[in-house]
């Protein structure tokens, strides 16, 4: 099977510049859903009809190197105009074509399987080929979905707008999804032979339906296991609501494969995300783009954590950010740390409150708990950082790397001024304001002299 996925239109009721089709949900353009879902039920020959930004519709689409891109022409040419664009793929081909829109993001794998599995079981055990197959579903409200009318004998006859149906077709409950499969040289010759709407001009795949019908094509129906399948996105509202369903179905996944989520409606899980299992999240995590959390992790309440590799056993505590870096086994990062890009926490470590680390190694067993930032660092092993210590990397023009030996001690306070070596086993005394190198196993204490004036503080407090 083939597939057409339509995505050249302006999407005018999201009132963006923006093509509508490369909105993000959950981190991902609309689109790449589309093409996910198409791709995981079998279908490898995919074309995409661009249009409006068709470059910025292209650029989102990287890592689907294989798709090939059709341009329509008109975007205004309707759905039936935008398949005619991309023929070429399909003009000589024997079997069918699925067509999808770009903006359906919520129909599964499972039942594109399954309407191609229901096309070949009419084929082996009916003895015919299908005009067409069309993803239905019945909905409490139909309201501004075309209606799917049908004969006694449950074949389709043709689909209607709402614009267009009479008082008994709007009283209809299955709806049109817009997503066919259509068999090719059927589909070639309906194509060129439907005529434009009247009032729009444009080509409706809708009429294909009907010049099929009237040609002896048979039509079915086929009804989605889940109504919210069929439900596309057509406005910023719809858009929050797809990505909400989206979102829980991600969490569900991880749920069935034994990882704990607290309010899940509250969490957010990007669809590049990997779990380990027994892994905890707390309400309000936050885990994007190509993440993965080790077995038995616990992510608190509030956190961020992005593009990041998180070993197993690793406490995240609450309101704590990690980018494009990697905490190894048994860690505790926060409450409220901030690991930036290009971070290694090693084994066992302990990043604490309000600390921040950039661009920087950080080596096994380290304690750093309090108010410190250790930038362009690399500290050995088992260091103790103390509160509110400072490695000041940057002289205006360039960053300086600061290196720390295993089982120095920096007391509480002290200003590392890179460049800057602190050998192993050495310790620097608090308050410190160290700008030379520090040799394996010395101490050093660098303090302005303490001067005391007896009574002069009283007397400035009484003034």
Do not use: C
């Not at 003895?127 to 409490?140: A, D, H, I, R």
Request: proline letters at 3%; a neutral charge.
């Amino acid at each position: 099977m083939r597939a057409i996925v339509l995505a050249a239109g302006y999407g005018t009721r999201f009132k963006s510049e923006k093509p509508k089709v490369i909105h993000s949900i959950l981190g991902k353009p609309m689109l790449w859903y589309v093409l996910n879902t198409v791709k995981s039920s079998g279908i490898e020959n995919i074309g995409v009809v661009v249009g409006y930004k068709a470059q910025e519709v292209k650029e989102s689409l990287g890592e689907f190197e294989d798709v090939v891109f059709f341009h329509q022409k008109n975007p205004r040419g309707g759905t039936a105009d935008a398949v005619m664009s991309a023929i070429d793929m399909w003009r000589s081909y024997e079997g069918y074509v699925l067509v999808i829109n770009g903006d359906s993001p919520l129909v599964s794998s499972e039942t594109l399987k399954q309407m191609q599995r229901y096309l070949i079981m009419v084929e082996e055990y009916e003895g015919f080929k299908l005009g067409g197959l069309v993803l239905t579903s019945q909905l409490p409200d139909p309201t501004g979905y075309g209606r799917v009318v049908k004969a006694e004998n449950d074949k389709v006859l043709r689909i209607v707008e709402e614009k267009d149906a009479s008082h008994e077709e709007k009283a209809i409950k299955e709806v049109n999804s817009g997503i066919y499969m259509f068999y090719a040289p059927y589909l070639l010759s309906a194509l060129f032979k439907i005529r434009p709407n009247e009032k729009t001009g444009e080509l409706y795949l809708t009429d294909v339906v009907e010049f099929f019908v009237e040609n002896g094509h048979e039509i079915r129906s086929f009804m989605a296991s889940d109504p919210i399948e069929v439900l596309g996105v057509n406005t910023r509202w719809e858009l929050a609501l797809a990505e909400n369903v989206i979102k829980l179905k991600l969490v569900r996944f991880w749920a069935e494969r034994g990882v704990t989520v607290h309010s899940p409606e509250t969490v957010w899980i990007e669809p590049d995300v990997s779990i380990g299992e027994d892994v905890e999240i707390y309400p309000g995590a936050i885990l994007k783009g190509k993440t993965k959390i080790g077995k038995g992790s616990v992510v608190g309440a509030g956190s961020v954590i992005e593009n990041s590799e998180i070993g197993e056993r690793v406490e995240v505590q609450p309101y704590s950010v990690i980018r494009k870096s990697k905490v190894d086994n048994k860690s505790i990062v926060g409450p409220f740390a901030h690991i930036r890009e290009k971070s290694y926490i090693g084994e066992k470590s302990h990043i604490g409150n309000f600390v921040e680390v950039k661009k920087s190694k950080i080596g096994d067993r380290v304690n750093a708990k309090h108010l410190s930032y250790l930038g362009d660092a690399q500290i050995g092993d088992r260091v103790n950082i103390g509160a509110g210590v400072i490695t000041a990397n940057y002289d205006g023009k360039k960053k300086h790397k600061t290196k720390i030996g295993d089982k120095a001690f920096i007391g509480s306070n002290s200003l590392l001024i890179a460049p800057i070596e602190v050998g192993k086993l050495s310790y620097v005394a608090g308050g410190s304001v160290i700008s030379k190198d520090v040799p394996a196993g010395a101490l050093v204490v660098e303090r302005a002299e303490l001067k005391v004036f007896e009574g002069k503080g009283e007397a400035k407090i009484k003034k």
